[in-house]
């Protein structure tokens, strides 16, 4: 079964500055895809960003970029010039590309707090 | 599209009490995710569906947990008999085969309170 673990319960930026939260995961599949997702205190799960696997290149999107290292199954995500509307939950998933949808698996999460 | 709709949004019960929670997943979206979020478990895949029919329900904690989905229009997460520790945020999410490999949409989710 996969697996997706995120170690930093909480993380801590000041405004404008740079932050990265960890992700690692195991599986034994070759083709899959990768997200992060961002939940506000409105509860609202939001997707910031995929990568797929198959992929060398990291995805980016505007501040969002991912470390992405297939072999050490590694999937980082790096906020850069951080504002207060970041704050929220931050939520790792996984997902096998094979057959059809069947389900993300996530971890624990990041708490992350950005501080004015 | 007016996203993935459910309700309520929040439900207070006594234990003991029937719950009824309610999804609408997008329209032509074929499968459905039923999660859990909890403190101590994170988001837990309790059961999805595809083209209505429940594919893995392995995730359902008990059998007083089911879940239908009549058509494609509709789905219900049912607990008989509540239980505190059943308190937690059900999220519905719904996707098709081809836009799962973009993430899945999720509905704004039912906080249940089981007093």
């Known amino acids: 079964a996969q697996t997706v673990t995120q170690s930093q319960p909480e993380m801590s930026v000041q405004e404008a500055e740079t932050v990265t939260l960890s992700c690692t995961y195991d599986t034994s599949e070759s083709d899959y895809y990768l997200f992060w997702y961002k939940q506000p205190p409105s509860r609202q799960m939001i997707l910031v960003i995929r990568q797929e696997a198959y992929k060398q290149q990291n995805a980016t999107e505007n501040r969002f970029s991912v470390n992405f290292q297939k072999a050490a199954k590694s999937f980082s995500l790096k906020i850069s010039d951080s504002q207060l509307g970041d704050a929220a939950m931050y939520f790792c998933a996984y997902s096998y590309s094979g057959g059809g949808a069947d389900g993300l698996t996530f971890g624990k999460g990041t708490h992350l707090i950005i501080q004015p | 599209d007016a996203g993935v709709i459910q309700s309520p949004r929040h439900e207070v019960t006594e234990m003991g009490q029937e719950v009824t929670l309610r999804c609408k997943p997008i329209s032509g979206h074929d499968y459905l995710f039923w999660y859990r979020q909890t403190m101590m478990r994170g988001l837990e895949l309790l059961i999805y569906f595809n083209n209505n029919v429940p594919i893995d329900d392995s995730g359902m904690p008990e059998d007083r947990f089911s879940a239908k989905m009549p058509n494609a229009s509709f789905s219900t997460l049912k607990i008989q008999p509540s239980e505190p520790r059943d308190s937690a945020v059900y999220f519905c999410?719904?996707?098709?085969?081809?836009?799962?490999?973009?993430?899945?949409?999720f509905g704004s989710g039912t906080r249940l309170t089981v007093v």
């Open positions: 999410a719904s996707s098709t085969r081809a836009s799962a490999n973009y993430g899945y949409t």
